[in-house]
């Protein structure tokens, strides 16, 4: 099951996985929110977060490529 929702979160674009986290965020600064659920959701926002860090370090990296290819 957790590997569905990892090919689930990988098709998703970065723009997409931000508003999932800020959803997530949300459920959990809810009072009615069952603990068991909480660390669910709370792991699931974990591997999206970073997914979403690796995907930052990439375009990161890519820009820096392109910065040095104009100085040569």
Excluded at 17 to 29: G, P
Excluded at 38 to 63: H, Q, W
Aim: proline share 1%; hydrophobic share 30%.
């Amino acid at each position: 099951m957790a590997k569905k929702k990892e090919e689930k979160a990988e098709s998703l674009t970065y723009e997409e996985k931000v508003e999932k986290l800020k959803d997530m965020i949300s459920k959990l600064q809810s009072d009615k929110l069952p603990l068991r659920e909480a660390v669910g959701i709370y792991k699931d926002g974990m591997d999206i977060y970073m997914e979403c860090r690796e995907e930052l370090e990439s375009a990161k990296e890519d820009i820096e490529k392109a910065e040095d290819s104009f100085k040569e």
